[in-house]
């Protein structure tokens, strides 16, 4: 036999209660005090990636640059931990400072999402371009260099707005097209000592970030007009 109607009145009261707590000014300042701490913890997971890097190219200098063995050697089995240990690894200051610049800016942006975030990114990113690099770079080569996560770290950028359909995500996606767009493209071309492989693939890997993170069509709902019913008493 279906319940009275005053059955209902638990569930609305419920609904209320949830409407009173979204509008309650401490859970808002909870909520954004949550949200700045993910911020700065996203911003000290760069700086530990950035700082690795520096620290790297020091040790890597000051041993004549040996430790690039440990880069990418296409199709050798024996040196797969390359694609770990090949963004951390640049050929000269030059290099790594070349790099450093756009791994910071874009990487700042990503980083305001948090830590897990950027850290899934990253990782994605390296793995796609590591792992094309290995599979198709020529014979008797090593790359090394953090420009395949750049490049994976723009294309996220440019099409994570497309998965999450968020207008300032679509906006910022457009800025860094704009910025970027044209260097994407010619570092696509062959050149001499440059690894279009790890570009390409660091970009493919960013379009597959932004597809694997996006939030779920049907995620926690921001605020629902229906309260779940009470069970019926048997």
Not at 113 to 135: D, E, F, K, P, Q
Request: contains cysteine.
């Amino acid at each position: 036999m279906a319940p009275p109607p005053l059955a209902l009145q638990p569930a609305h009261r419920q609904l209320r209660r949830r409407t009173a707590q979204s509008c309650d000014p401490g859970g808002v300042k909870d909520r954004l005090r949550e949200h700045y701490v993910a911020q700065l913890d996203g911003l000290r997971a760069l700086a530990a990636l950035v700082t690795i890097m520096w620290a790297v190219e020091i040790v890597n200098a000051l041993d004549s640059y040996r430790l690039d063995s440990d880069g990418i050697v296409p199709r050798s089995v024996g040196h797969l931990d390359g694609i770990v240990f090949a963004p951390f690894l640049h050929a000269s200051w030059s290099h790594l400072i070349g790099n450093t610049i756009p791994f910071v800016i874009l990487g700042v942006a990503i980083a305001l999402a948090g830590a897990r975030r950027l850290l899934l990114v990253t990782a994605i990113v390296a793995l796609a371009s590591g792992a094309g690099v290995w599979l198709t770079a020529p014979s008797n080569s090593v790359t090394v260099g953090a420009s395949g996560v750049v490049f994976g770290y723009a294309t996220y950028l440019i099409s994570r707005g497309l998965f999450n359909r968020h207008a300032l995500e679509l906006t910022l996606g457009v800025i860094v097209l704009v910025l970027f767009g044209g260097a994407l493209v010619s570092d696509l071309i062959p050149h001499t000592g440059i690894s279009w492989q790890a570009h390409l693939f660091g970009g493919i890997g960013g379009v597959l970030a932004a597809g694997a993170l996006a939030r779920p069509a049907h995620g926690e709902p921001r605020a629902s007009g229906i309260a779940r019913l009470p069970a019926s008493p048997r």
